[in-house]
């Protein structure tokens, strides 16, 4: 049984002081509330000081992104070690707004600019392993643009982003991974993907990490849908076979919502 698990991705919000007050909010909605793993996911500058909100609660935290080096000669870069040390369990690789790919396109935002935002394939397998390197939970986001899938071309895409973040892996590292399946199209559109079509496409991540590491270790793997989960749409998604829980950018930015999602996931 795969005990569910929600993620708020803060992404570019919330000040120090924000994070604190929704912690102190966020922390009595869901004490007590089993059953379920829940991790905030705050922009760097905001983890020391939600990991102190978070001590001695039911609630983890993870980062949005790091470098896959030790240390060096990598300006604005955040390393494993300090992602760990600051206290988090959790880190999210290689986002869809990490590799460039946006599900509302931005005006200004030209191809030059995009650059900004800088991983690929590559660096999302050697992220996801200096994560596991590091005893940090990578929660590696999968995921296919509007066009790929008009052009039918999801499955190979989605595919093929799994295929490329395990690289390398062991069976016995791939346990220590969750996988986001996050349809590109469904972030931040308010357009959910459809929770069958969802389901189906986590159990087609689900056999390419049974391909990968054997399918025992494929059942143990948690995968997330992620793009416009609310409150309302969350009951659909958890309940299919393949949906492990969720990783929600929008929704987890106020405490009440966030929180509905939290107990309606729990098992
Ligand atoms: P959204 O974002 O819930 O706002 O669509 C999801 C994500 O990017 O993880």
Known sequence: MRTPFIAGNW???????????????????????????????????????????????????????????????YTGEVSPSMVKDVGCKYVIIGHSERRGRFGVPEAGMTEDLLK????????????????LQHDLTPIICVGETLDE?????????????????????????????????????????????ESNEANRVCGLIRQTIAAVAGPSVADTVRVQYGGSVKPDNIEELIGKSDIDGALVGGA????????????????
């Open 11 to 73: 992404k570019m919000n919330k000040t120090v002081g924000e994070a604190i007050a929704f912690v102190d909010e966020f922390r009595g909605l869901v004490a007590g509330v089993a059953g379920v793993d829940i991790a905030l996911c705050p922009a760097f500058i905001a983890l020391e000081a939600t990991v102190k909100a978070t001590a001695g609660t039911n609630i983890a935290v993870g980062a949005q992104g790091m470098f896959w080096k030790e240390s060096g000669a």
């Open 116 to 131: 900004v935002f800088g991983d690929t394939d590559a660096s999302v397998n050697v992220k996801s392993s200096a994560a």
């Open 149 to 193: 899938r008009q052009a039918g071309n999801a499955d190979a895409v989605v595919q093929s982003q799994v295929r490329a973040a395990l690289a390398g892996f062991t069976a016995d590292q791939v346990p220590g991974v969750v996988l986001a399946y996050e349809p590109v199209w469904a972030i931040g559109t308010g357009e959910t993907c």
């Open 252 to 267: 987890s930015l106020k405490p009440d919502s966030f929180a509905a999602l939290v107990k309606a996931s729990a098992l």
